[in-house]
């Protein structure tokens, strides 16, 4: 284990249908490099940017944690009991509610930025901080197929993109949000602060478990080994592959491209002995006994929200299915 990198902040569990966690837990803070910091506590890790133009967040954890985490955020900012304004934009990786349970609180505490002809006639949008996100993860928490909505809709997303990516300026920084389809779900998206050489995943990429597979979801194996080469395209080493570019997780410790490189790792050889079982014909209940992830469980294979027997289930789906 690096020593840079060792120390473990807030593993988090998985919540909602995947994962389940405690509420009680405290937020803790990590400088990361730049202006950027990490927030960690029960649910998926924060991304916090912080500088003149005010907040900027990635991702929110889960509602009961909205207090703790403006506190944090005060203390970050020097801003005391004026942060209220300082929060202006919010950027939802997928719809999952450990990552978005806080949006309507967090929303609520900030402020949208307009500038141009006619922004002071928007008066209940500037009520709020802005939340960008892919246009799946409105489509996931609104249903609009229907059926009753997973969340307010004060906590959806006020901005959305459809495309591959979506580029903005905040801060002094080039900030670029990247689609990755059909990863953990069909609205993934990684963030990357070009300046501060940060990339924050969401659940793309996680410590905390072997990769989550929300098939209902639109999620994919596959997608998930394209997302995780896809950060390995951006981030470079500084020295001796350590260093460099530094990538916060949906889940777990501060990593770099190594730890990046070792779990695409680890997930390519899963894939391919799963692919070479499916090929001699093995059944689902034949894979699951012959252990394909052996090596790896006593690491990934731990949480009790996403178990192994999960993985390997959602894996032979996702490698079976037309």
């Not at 349970?101 to 930025?113: C, D, H, Q, T």
């Not at 670029?176 to 659940?203: C, E, K, L, W």
């Not at 410590?207 to 194996?221: E, M, T």
């Not at 990593?255 to 790792?265: K, P, Q």
Request: glycine residues 12%; proline residues 5%.
């Amino acid at each position: 284990m690096k020593t840079i990198f060792g120390i473990y902040v807030g593993l988090g569990l998985l919540s909602g249908a995947l994962w389940a966690q405690p509420v009680d837990s405290e937020i803790r803070v990590l400088p990361v490099q730049g202006n950027i910091y990490m927030l960690a506590g029960p649910g998926g890790n924060i991304t916090v940017q912080i500088g003149k133009q005010g907040v900027l967040l990635v991702d929110t954890q889960a509602a009961a944690m909205s207090e703790k985490i403006l506190a944090q955020i005060r203390k970050l900012s020097n801003d005391g009991d004026k942060i209220g304004g300082g929060i202006r934009i919010i950027i939802d990786t997928h719809y999952a509610p450990d990552h978005t349970g806080g949006n309507e609180n967090l929303r609520k505490a900030g402020k949208m930025v307009f500038a141009g002809p006619g922004a002071g006639a928007i008066r209940d949008a500037a009520e709020g901080a802005a939340i960008i996100a892919h246009e799946n993860v409105l489509n996931r928490m609104s249903a609009p197929t229907g059926k009753t909505a997973a969340e307010p809709s004060a906590a959806w997303p006020t901005e959305t993109y459809f495309g591959e990516e979506h580029d903005m300026y905040f801060n002094g920084e080039s900030i670029r949000v990247i689609h990755q389809p059909n990863a953990h779900t069909d609205g993934d998206s990684m963030v990357y602060f070009r300046r501060s050489d940060v990339v924050s995943t969401g659940d793309i990429f996680t410590l905390a478990s072997f990769p989550v597979i929300d098939l209902a979801k639109g999620g994919s194996l596959q997608g998930i080994l394209k997302g995780l080469n896809e950060i390995l395209d951006i981030a470079i080493p500084e020295a001796q592959e350590e260093g460099g570019t530094l990538i916060i997780p949906g889940h777990g410790r501060l990593c770099d491209e190594a730890d990046v490189a070792e779990y695409r790792d680890m997930v390519t050889i899963i894939r391919d002995r799963m692919q070479a079982m499916i090929k001699k014909g093995m059944t689902l209940e034949q894979i699951q006994t012959a252990h394909p992830a052996r090596e790896y469980e006593p690491l990934y294979g731990s949480n009790p929200g996403w178990s192994t027997g999960q993985f390997i289930e959602a894996a032979y789906t996702s490698l079976t299915r037309k």
